[in-house]
């Protein structure tokens, strides 16, 4: 299950940035995904990098979306898909903003109704499409076009409100663990209801770090313990194998902090508070694969 196909469903020269995960997560999604995908894209950074229409990078047929609809609109078309007696893959893939905030409503809504698609929001924990503003997803203490001095409040917990829902298949991901990304894509589109994948998506503009250490940044999250990669199958828990090497012996958090220019003067206080959150997600985890949480 590695997904890491030859035939490409991303074309080259797209308007990303330099250092994009966000595209890199989405050429690894539509190689697990194959040809027979219809992809719903809010506004957000992807509805940039898809080019200007006519012309467009992706080989599959895109829908683009209000930003609040991304959920609403994929509920409608798999249904449409059903009636019709097709299986086409549907996968709304959205940012942060198109999630954690602006699409939360429509996101609960198509997984109560238990709609057959993958919700895939990939996180690079602001609006990035508009500029880096703050959302739901930015991490205490970050900078950020709307919270110059560092964000004053804690991220939401967006994992733990889909897990409330109690969905078939849910898994998180990293842009920096591409095979872990794929096998999950598949488990997702392999099960019937809906599935829902929370990938991080490292931003070098708006997380101010070279572009050439995209793959660097997303793998000192996971070592850190920082972000963590899990699958959850309704009730059951399966950490990865990254996730269970960092809770063994984890990379010190300033290891991830400090190469990133959108924590610049974060205060000791704030960064043990973000530790000691990370080690407590972690333990959460831990329990709840071991089914004592």
């Given at each position: 299950m590695s997904g890491l196909q030859e035939t490409e469903y991303i074309l080259k020269c797209t308007s990303a940035c330099a250092g994009c995960s966000t595209s890199l997560i989405l050429r690894h999604v539509l190689a697990a995904a194959g040809p027979d995908t219809v992809l719903v894209i809010p506004a957000c950074c992807?509805?940039?990098?898809?080019?200007?229409?006519?012309?467009?990078?992706?080989?599959?047929?895109?829908?683009?979306?209000?930003f609040a609809a991304s959920a609403a609109v994929a509920s409608g078309m798999s249904a449409a898909f059903e009636a019709m007696g097709k299986k086409t893959n549907v996968i709304a893939y959205a940012g942060d903003g198109g999630t954690v905030d602006i699409g939360i409503q429509a996101l609960s809504g198509a997984l109560e109704r238990e709609t057959n698609?993958?919700?895939?929001?990939?996180?690079?924990?602001?609006y990035g499409?508009?500029?880096?503003?703050?959302?739901?997803?930015?991490?205490?203490?970050?900078?950020t076009t709307t919270t110059p001095e560092g964000?004053?409040?804690?991220?939401?917990?967006?994992?733990?409100?889909?897990?409330?829902?109690?969905?078939?298949?849910?898994?998180?991901?990293?842009?920096?663990?591409?095979?872990?990304?794929?096998?999950?894509?598949?488990?997702?589109?392999?099960?019937?209801?809906?599935?829902?994948i929370h990938v991080l998506a490292p931003c070098p503009p708006g997380w101010r770090y070279?572009?050439?250490?995209?793959?660097?940044?997303?793998?000192?999250?996971?070592?850190?313990g920082v972000w963590a990669l899990y699958e959850r199958m309704y009730e059951t828990v399966v950490i990865s194998g990254p996730t269970k090497a960092a809770m063994i012996k984890p990379t010190p958090i300033e290891e991830y902090i400090k190469p990133q220019g959108r924590f610049k003067g974060i205060t000791p206080e704030t960064i043990t508070t973000i530790r000691l959150d990370s080690e407590r997600m972690l333990r959460r985890l831990a329990a709840e694969e071991e089914g004592s949480c």
């Open positions: 992807t509805s940039v990098i898809q080019g200007v229409y006519p012309k467009t990078s992706f080989r599959i047929p895109v829908y683009n979306v209000a698609f993958l919700y895939i929001c990939y996180d690079n924990e602001a499409n508009t500029g880096m503003q703050r959302s739901g997803s930015t991490p205490l203490g970050a900078r964000k004053g409040h804690k991220k939401k917990d967006l994992d733990r409100i889909v897990a409330a829902h109690s969905i078939p298949y849910m898994a998180t991901a990293c842009s920096a663990y591409p095979k872990d990304l794929a096998g999950k894509v598949e488990k997702a589109l392999a099960t019937k209801g809906p599935a829902f070279p572009a050439e250490k995209t793959i660097e940044m997303g793998k000192l999250a996971v070592k850190t």
